[in-house]
């Protein structure tokens, strides 16, 4: 009988143990209930209501971001993003990037310029993306269409002949507003003359290494009023005439020419022919007051006025690049390094394995672009006297 007792007091033992563990499993499957955050939370992601635009802005929800973690002074800056609302998870890709692998630190702003009005939903994500104040803004119509002074008929001819030469973006008339409006127009718009400094960032890049310091303040401190992270030669067939629009600019306006100049990296014959390399400036950290100065102002409605936006296809890489080249001291410009970086179809990996390990890199450096043949960086370093890192033989072609 005790035998029996015992086998019976085992039975319902493993049938309350099997319970037990039937339950754990079920109810650690299900979802959790949303529970706020202490303090309560409006306008963020657990609520229904958006946060409301005002001004252009689009105020943060409280208690929604974690604060800057660099105690440090911050510089007046912001990132720039020229977009429409069909790049809204192309760029939400990219804001990610540089949140997490520089601005939760230092919580910059960041502006979005748009040809039309950026919608909600656009609005709603990308600020719930950043960690600085969002700002939108429309671009003015007379700055993203074809001035008075274009002939509209030459210039469809030359874009029906592009497109048969099959050169890119050969026929697109957005893309040559684009490029105008990027190198003439966006440091003026209204939103962008509250700072003074900016960072170009566009749709789908990404940041491969952790970014420790302030960059703002970098440039700042160290007297840099332009930087880049990857230069290349330019299509040949979209600028024949750009040089020669350069040139009159320096002939009109010598004083607006530095003395110590880095000329001698667009021109391989002491300014007569333009070696097309040019900074890629889809990434730019620069000094806006450098972009509104009589010097960069008079260089731009020079080329402006010669119409090859137009006539031509001139990209707004080229056209910064000789501004650069021609209009600052050769040390004010600056090549950043230890910014990892990769847009479609280049990238920018550090050389050095240290760099690469201290950063928490994640790029490959068999895909560095520095010192393959296409890439103008081994120039630069050439024409600045620069030492090259070690071991990049390795990465040429």
Known sequence: MATGTARYLRYILFAFFGLAVLYFISSSSLPRPYLPRPGGVTGGLGSSQSPKATDGTTPKAPNTL??????????????????????????????????????????????????????ETFKKVTTSLISGTTHYGVIPK??????????????????????????IYGDSISYRHMCRYESGFFFRHPLMLNYEWYWRVEPSIELYCDIQYDTFKFMADNDKKYSFVISLYE???????????????????PEHIAKDNLQAFVSDDGGENYNHCHFWSNFEIGNLNWLRSPAYLDYFNTLDQDGGFFYERWGDAPVHSIAAALTLQRDEIHFFNDIAYYHVPFTHCPTSETERL????????????????????????????????????????
């Open 66 to 119: 974690a604060p800057g973690k660099d105690p440090g002074p911050r510089m007046n800056a912001t990132f720039v993003t020229l977009a429409r609302n069909s790049d809204l998870w192309e760029i939400s890709k990219s804001i990610r990037q540089v949140e997490d692998r520089f601005n939760r630190k230092f919580n910059y702003d960041w502006v979005f310029l748009n040809d039309q009005e950026f919608d």
């Open 142 to 167: 007379e700055h993203w269409s074809f001035p008075d002074f274009i002939d509209q008929d030459k210039a469809a001819r030359v874009r029906e002949e592009m497109k048969e030469k099959k050169i």
């Open 235 to 253: 299509y040949v067939e979209t600028i024949p005439t750009l040089w020669d629009s350069a040139k009159k600019f320096m002939k009109n306006h």
């Open 358 to 397: 201290e950063q928490k890199c994640h790029c490959n450096p068999r895909e560095n672009f520095d010192w393959q043949g296409y890439s103008c960086t081994s120039r630069y370093f050439e024409v600045m006297g620069l030492k090259k890192p070690e071991g990049y033989e390795s990465q040429q072609n």
